[in-house]
């Protein structure tokens, strides 16, 4: 079991940039696959990014796709989601995730809610127009 904890959210302009963090204690390791979410006001909890925590493979959906951008660095035990050309509606609480898995693949379709079993406590991210 590990433990996750977020940073970096805040509030920004539309067209502005903000980099999430997520420490993960003890360690990435290899057979996990690592998830961003985020929930904006009254609304269902969203899938945004994962990575493979071995491989480095990386999925996101096709609302953030071209502007952000999820990466690992296991050295410093660290997830991180790299967002670009915020738009208003990107505003929300994230959220970083983790679950075992056996293979690269099952990361790919871990896009739900359910498919995560750890959480983190959120970032508040606000972008205004």
């Known amino acids: 079991q590990v433990q996750l904890v977020e940073s970096g959210g805040g509030s920004v302009q539309a067209g502005g940039s903000l980099r999430l963090s997520c420490v993960v204690s003890p360690q990435i390791y290899d057979g996990t696959c690592m998830g961003w979410f985020r929930q904006a006001p009254g609304k269902e909890r969203e899938w945004v990014s994962a990575i493979h925590g071995g491989a480095g493979s990386t999925f996101y959906a096709g609302s953030v796709k071209g502007r952000f951008t999820v990466s690992r660095d296991r050295a410093a035990n660290t997830l991180y989601l790299q967002l670009n050309s915020l738009k208003p509606e990107d505003t929300g609480i994230y959220y970083c995730?983790?679950?075992?898995?056996?293979?690269?693949?099952?990361?790919?379709?871990?896009?739900?809610?359910?498919?995560?079993?750890?959480w983190g406590q959120g970032t508040q991210v606000t972008v205004s127009s």
């Open positions: 995730a983790a679950e075992r898995v056996d293979y690269n693949f099952q990361c790919a379709r871990k896009s739900g809610k359910a498919d995560f079993g750890t």
